[in-house]
């Protein structure tokens, strides 16, 4: 088991002892991270970063957040993932929305989000997204030792490497994602 130095006051388990904690395509994809991966059940009323950092004691730097964007290119709906740290906001009118080559980007709204991802709103993880999706992710991100993410609920959290991220299936490392 990896020691997390960004644990807090959490108790931290392999995901592999708690699959009851991960959203089902979350667990699915497990087995394409190839680095521990560790988990810690959470206050479900805490999830969202702010409150879950103050809460545990875990660092605002250490948390990365998995947002949905959804653009349009010749009547044609495009999704990706964009993975940023809590400290910073995603590029999405510039960077996200050049690179996914659509005129207009935006959220995802929230039920729709939920209902392509099979995920709890404010839970969105990388780990287990469409296969068909970029995982768009932040320099700063996959350079991170260590980070906290979403586990496809709002009663868990991941602990993971930014490697192991940036390796994920259709994961693309952009330099400049954030602000």
Known sequence: M?????????????????PDLVAEPVADALDSVK?????????PELADTAAFCEAYSSPLEASANCVVVAGKRAGEVRYAAVLVLATTRADVNNVVRRHMDVRKLSFAPAGEA?????????GITPIGLPSDWPILIDAAVAQAPELIVGSGI???KLLVTGTALASLPGAEVIEGLAQ
């Open 114 to 122: 939920v209902e392509l991802t099979n995920m709890a709103y404010g």
């Open 35 to 43: 680095a521990p991966v560790g988990i810690a059940e959470i206050d």
């Open 154 to 156: 709002r009663g868990s």
């Open 2 to 18: 990896n020691d997390w130095n960004i644990a807090g006051t959490l108790i931290v388990q392999e995901v592999t002892e708690r």
